[in-house]
């Protein structure tokens, strides 16, 4: 495997919105990262497990047995995926939610707004999980 090959950045979206799901793949693709979609918690957890991302961007919202909540706190309890950092992106812009999941363990609370794109960008710059904007 090449050094550029062992640099590419793995994510999980964890979104049930099929468009929701492929908005964040092609906007993270086109910014040099692998994604895997899982649309619900259990395979969201499934996915966490075995393919070890380097980020999961998870939404709080979701049917299934847990919501993105209580996933996150599964994952940051479980010893084989505590320490991937979470992004919770959700349409709920409520500041006790953002407080909680943070207490949770994410690293982040995005707000599906005018502005989540570049929140989320930069994130993953921050986190060098993609290349700096160039100016």
């Given at each position: ?94 500041k006790e939610t953002a407080q909680f999941g943070l207490k949770l363990g994410a690293i982040e609370y995005i707000p599906k707004d005018a502005f ?20």
């Amino acid at each position: 495997m090449s050094q550029k090959e062992n640099s590419i950045k793995k994510a999980l979206i964890v979104e049930d919105s099929p468009t929701q799901a492929k908005h964040l793949e092609n906007l993270l693709s086109e910014n040099g990262m692998i994604t895997i979609w899982a649309c619900d918690s259990d395979e969201g957890m499934h996915y966490a497990e075995t393919l070890h991302p380097d980020i999961i961007i998870l939404d709080v919202f979701m049917p299934g047995r847990m919501n993105g909540l209580q996933l996150c706190k599964y994952l940051k309890e479980n010893r084989r995926t505590h320490s991937i950092p979470i992004i919770l992106l959700t349409q709920y812009n409520n500041k006790e939610t953002a407080q909680f999941g943070l207490k949770l363990g994410a690293i982040e609370y995005i707000p599906k707004d005018a502005f989540a794109d570049a929140v989320l960008l930069e994130t993953l710059r921050v986190k060098g999980l993609i290349a700096k904007a160039e100016a």
